[in-house]
């Protein structure tokens, strides 16, 4: 098997039944059948989302559930699908598809040609990348992501954007190290690869879907900053061998 894609989901009945539309249109048009599987990940959602993902997964053989009590965050949620998966490269991305469907042949493209073991979305590599953010929304990402890196010592231009892809061997290396359920939980996975010398390549993304921020720029900024100290001595003590 090719691909798969994780959706990690928390009460999100407003639009998961079109996004599973969506991508079994789309993978079935850019992979064909039995060539991606899509693992949603409900972490303790308590609306009619695992309902509704259930319903679609029973007709389309591709798509699978997991669900677990209680709520632990998008980091556990993502931890879980990615040592869940079964594609030979995994890919994560948001519920309300925020890059769209069609990026997931791009991410798996560029790890193809790359012969990269990970891939990152950037907003940061084209002009575009922040086409859609209000001014001070813009000012305020890119001023918390050179921050983060600054700090983190990481050296890729976009560690935040929700969508990223791992090659099997990559993801079970990297997540089964990964603790944050959290906030900053793929800047963890992120740290763990550079220690891991995997080979990394980067993919120009903007968001087609903006849904509600729920990010707080100083707060969140400031509870990023201080995980990322205990990361980045937590992470130095890893024996990766």
């Not at 050179?146 to 090659?167: E, P, R, Y």
């Amino acid at each position: 098997m090719k691909l798969s894609v994780i959706i990690p989901m928390y009460n999100e009945s407003k639009v998961i039944g079109s996004t599973l539309e969506t991508l079994y249109k789309t993978l079935e048009r850019d992979f064909g059948g039995g060539e991606y599987e899509v693992v949603v990940v409900s972490d303790g959602s308590t609306d009619a989302s695992e309902a509704i993902v259930s319903d679609f997964v029973a007709s389309h053989p591709g798509f699978r559930l997991v669900a677990y009590k209680p709520n632990h965050g998008k980091g556990y949620a993502v931890r879980t699908g990615m040592l869940e998966a079964k594609g030979d490269f995994a890919v994560f991305t948001d519920s309300d598809l925020a890059y769209g469907a069609d990026v997931l042949a791009d991410v798996y493209n560029l790890h193809i040609e790359k012969n990269a073991d990970v891939v990152i979305g950037s907003r940061a590599l084209k002009g575009g990348g922040y086409d859609g953010y209000t001014f001070l929304r813009k000012l305020m990402s890119k001023t918390y992501l050179k921050v983060i890196s600054i700090a983190a010592g990481f050296s890729h231009s976009d560690s935040q954007a929700g969508l990223k892809g791992f090659t099997s061997d990559a993801a079970h290396r990297i997540f089964t190290h990964c603790e944050v359920d959290r906030f900053a939980f793929d800047l963890e996975a992120l740290m763990i690869a550079d220690k891991l010398n995997l080979r990394f390549a980067e993919l120009p993304v903007k968001v087609i879907n903006h849904g509600e921020s729920k990010v707080s720029p100083v707060k969140d900024a400031l509870s990023m900053l201080s995980e990322v100290r205990k990361m980045r001595k937590r992470i130095k003590k890893l024996d990766l061998r």
